[in-house]
């Protein structure tokens, strides 16, 4: 079986989306498949996140130059998109032959999910960003700004995340107060240890792109674009046309 699961949590995506989403997967997908939706989950990590969150109000990612209570935005720590995570600990639900397919709520399918189905899984896979430059998370390592990975799609099995949730339980404070991207923690504390394998484009690519893999990923990509693609449409849904990535849409991967 091919478990699906997402997870959704305040009021930026409406069950508009969830609709639209299993009709795309039905659509689609030639395996037997299930769908499990999270909403507005919490175990607890919000007090450590709002604890270590060095700016003002709700923590939020700020990607911006500037500075916040003597804090440079890059270093305001909370990990404010840490409820992405919940779902890699939440797979109870599942057997151990079952297939994992976790990924965010704005993503187009595009083709078969069955692919995900086929890969090797002595290791969790995740999308990867084959375009960018060493150098570049180089100079940009303290700034947590880049990570060559994206946790929006991973596929695996029961329990092969539960080591990046476990660290996080054991060391709440040091992880919250460290890392202000999701991204950046499971890179620095597990990717760069060859926790993963990576997707191939043809599986995974950015919908700016105009590619056409098996799910496309509009992360970075303004609510206009996604209420058009993920709502009023479908599938199949092409994008306006080659462009060039703008910086914001590369600060906005998490």
């Not at 175990?43 to 130059?65: A, C, F, L, T």
């Not at 960003?129 to 303290?142: C, L």
């Amino acid at each position: 079986m091919l478990q699906i699961i997402v997870s959704v949590w305040g009021d930026m995506y409406g069950e508009e989306y969830i609709d639209k989403l299993k009709h795309s997967i039905d659509k689609h997908t030639t395996v037997p498949w299930n769908l499990t939706v999270i909403r507005d989950h919490e175990n607890g990590w919000d007090e450590y996140s709002k604890k270590w969150y060095r700016g003002e109000g709700e923590p939020r990612v700020v990607q911006r130059e500037g500075y916040v209570n003597g804090y440079h935005h890059y270093n305001l720590g909370g990990l404010p998109l840490y409820k992405k995570m919940y779902p890699w600990m939440m797979d109870d639900h599942c057997s151990k032959k079952d297939i994992i397919l976790y990924f965010d709520i704005d993503m187009v399918i595009n083709g078969d999910l069955k692919y995900f189905t086929k890969l090797d899984l002595s290791k969790p896979w995740v999308q990867y960003d084959y375009d960018m430059s060493k150098q570049d998370m180089v100079v940009d390592y303290r700034n947590q700004n880049i990570t060559p990975i994206n946790t929006s799609v991973l596929v695996y099995k029961k329990g092969q995340l539960h080591p990046i949730t476990n660290f996080v339980d054991k060391f709440p404070d040091q992880v919250f107060s460290s890392y202000r991207r999701v991204d950046a923690y499971v890179w620095y504390q597990f990717g760069v240890k060859g926790f993963f394998n990576f997707l191939p484009v043809e599986a995974v690519d950015w919908y700016y792109k105009n590619t056409n893999p098996i799910i496309r990923n509009m992360a970075g990509e303004s609510m206009e674009d996604k209420d058009r693609v993920l709502v009023e449409k479908t599938s199949n849904v092409p994008a306006p046309g080659p462009r060039k990535q703008s910086w914001i849409r590369k600060l906005l991967k998490w």
